[in-house]
T-cell receptor
Framework: SAVISQKPSRDICQRGTSLTIQCQVD?????MFWYRQQPGQSLTLIAT?????????ESGFVIDKFPISRPNLTFSTLTVSNMSPEDSSIYLC???????????FGQGTRLTVV | KQEVTQIPAALSVPEGENLVLNCSFT??????LQWFRQDPGKGLTSLLL?????REQTSGRLNASLDKSSGRSTLYIAASQPGDSATYLC????????????FGTGTRLTIIP
């Protein structure tokens, strides 16, 4: 199994500012993903973080709003840019080892935008 | 488009009872299915992964079954404990070339001491 450390665990931010969330995996993984979970909702995939290249975004999510980096096989960051109260959510990093393996999740970042 | 549904949305049972959580998916052509638990405000903890060729997986007091043809999976929890209180999510992976998970709506489980 993979252990995923995500930080910060929570933050309260002013609207119009940006927050960068870090995700560190304790072993090399094939795939890394970023999800958003809005209050009372299930998880929605934001993007797949590709090592050494641009992330692959899902419909409704754009790079200017959610820039993602993945410089190596164990680390990724998600930035939430120009935040508004609608961005208040839990953001979750996920990783998978191998093509048929389990998906693992970090503990999430609870973001509140005021 | 794959849709994943979990019914009921919430469930309360007395401690010690056995219980079953349900997960339904609309497209039976899945690669695998995974069950997670989520404590309030926290991330997801993986419970069980069932590949499309498998019928069930067991871990301790948990047993997950998969019936691909009918688009259903169940998570059986034996001898429930207050520590089992959490939201349980199922997620399906469509096929080998598609890395994306589609999550269910979740069942919020409360075990009453």
């Amino acid at each position: 199994s993979a252990v995923i450390s995500q930080k910060p665990s929570r933050d309260i931010c002013q609207r119009g500012t940006s927050l960068t969330i870090q995700c560190q995996v304790d072993s090399q993984v094939t795939m890394m993903f970023w999800y958003r979970q809005q209050p009372g909702q299930s998880l929605t995939l934001i993007a797949t973080a590709n090592q050494g290249s641009e992330a692959t975004y899902e419909s409704g999510f754009v790079i200017d709003k959610f820039p993602i980096s993945r410089p190596n096989l164990t680390f990724s960051t998600l930035t939430v840019s120009n935040m508004s109260p609608e961005d208040s959510s839990i953001y979750l990093c996920s990783a998978r080892q191998g093509t048929a393996g389990q998906s693992f999740f970090g503990q999430g970042t609870r973001l509140t935008v005021v | 488009k794959q849709e994943v549904t979990q019914i009921p949305a919430a469930l309360s049972v007395p401690e010690g009872e056995n219980l079953v959580l349900n997960c339904s998916f609309t497209d039976s052509a899945i690669y695998n299915l995974q069950w997670f638990r989520q404590d309030p405000g926290k991330g997801l903890t993986s419970l069980l992964l069932i590949q499309s060729s498998q019928r069930e997986q067991t871990s301790g007091r948990l047993n997950a079954s998969l019936d691909k043809s009918s688009g259903r999976s169940t998570l059986y929890i034996a001898a429930s404990q207050p520590g089992d209180s959490a939201t349980y999510l199922c997620a399906v992976r469509p096929n080998f070339g598609n890395e994306k998970l589609t999550f269910g709506t979740g069942t919020r489980l409360t075990i009453i001491p």
